[in-house]
């Protein structure tokens, strides 16, 4: 269980690295603070990608519970990476699970 700022970074060497490697969509894993307590790791990271995505770094993300085929967002990520589509947690309003579009 790694600290806010511990997980920030490794989001970012995360970030790097994918989109050296050529990936188009990168689905992170945070949790949802089910301790009742928790969470921190899932606010900061998407307060972080908000601030990503406002200085063009990042094109866009989706957080778990909007991954749906209703969503505008969802469909253009789909465009990207056609492979979204089988993901398993499309339709499950999974608030653990973040989806970046880099």
């Known amino acids: 269980m790694p600290f806010v700022d511990q997980a920030i970074k490794r989001l970012t060497f995360e970030l790097h690295h994918s989109r050296s490697m050529g990936c188009s969509v990168l689905k992170i894993i945070h949790g949802y603070g089910s301790s009742g307590t928790g969470g921190r790791i899932r606010t900061e990271s998407r307060k972080y990608l908000a601030r990503l995505k406002d200085r ?9 519970e909007n991954f749906s085929i209703f969503e505008e967002a969802t469909r253009r990520a789909f465009a990207r990476c056609d492979a979204l589509r089988r993901d398993q947690d499309l339709d499950r309003y999974n608030n653990g699970v ?3 579009l880099l």
Do not use: S
């Open 98 to 100: 973040t989806f970046i």
């Open 56 to 64: 063009g770094e990042i094109r866009d993300f989706i957080k778990g």
